[in-house]
């Protein structure tokens, strides 16, 4: 499975995004996650659907600001990001999930199978 993300970009204070991720190849998805990785920072979980029911989670520092959702024809799934913060800034990355196994949510990076190569999100003050 390849992962290709995109709709990165510098924005200001307040705007929003979207962010996409195409997945091609073979392998069915059980689920797809984001993570963001800041400058001298770990990486960390953004947010995750589970393909075929779309159900979703959210992490704390985008919970209630961002929905994150997926296009079953197109292979894609989007992360919107709403109310952006300078603290939002970083590289963020997609990530797919082929196991089809485990009922918990997918908040680890250990969780996932595949890795995009990310796309830079810039919130200026």
């Known amino acids: 499975v390849q992962l290709q993300a995109s709709g990165g970009g510098l924005v200001q204070t307040g705007d929003s995004l979207r962010l996409s991720c195409k997945a091609s190849?073979?392998?069915?998805?059980?689920?797809m996650g984001w993570f963001r990785q800041a400058p001298g920072k770990e990486r960390e979980f953004v947010a995750t659907?589970?393909?075929?029911?779309?159900?979703?989670y959210y992490g704390d520092s985008v919970a209630g600001r961002s929905t994150v959702s997926r296009d079953i024809a197109e292979s894609t799934t989007y992360l919107q990001l709403n109310r952006l913060k300078p603290e939002d800034t970083a590289v963020y990355y997609c990530?797919?999930?082929?196991?089809?196994?485990?009922?918990?949510?997918?908040?680890?990076?250990?969780?996932?199978?595949?890795w995009g190569q990310g796309t830079k999100v810039t919130v200026s003050s």
């Open positions: 659907i589970r393909w075929n029911e779309a159900r979703t």
């Open positions: 190849g073979r392998g069915g998805l059980y689920a």
């Open positions: 990530a797919a999930r082929v196991r089809s196994i485990g009922s918990r949510w997918f908040i680890s990076i250990s969780d996932y199978d595949y």
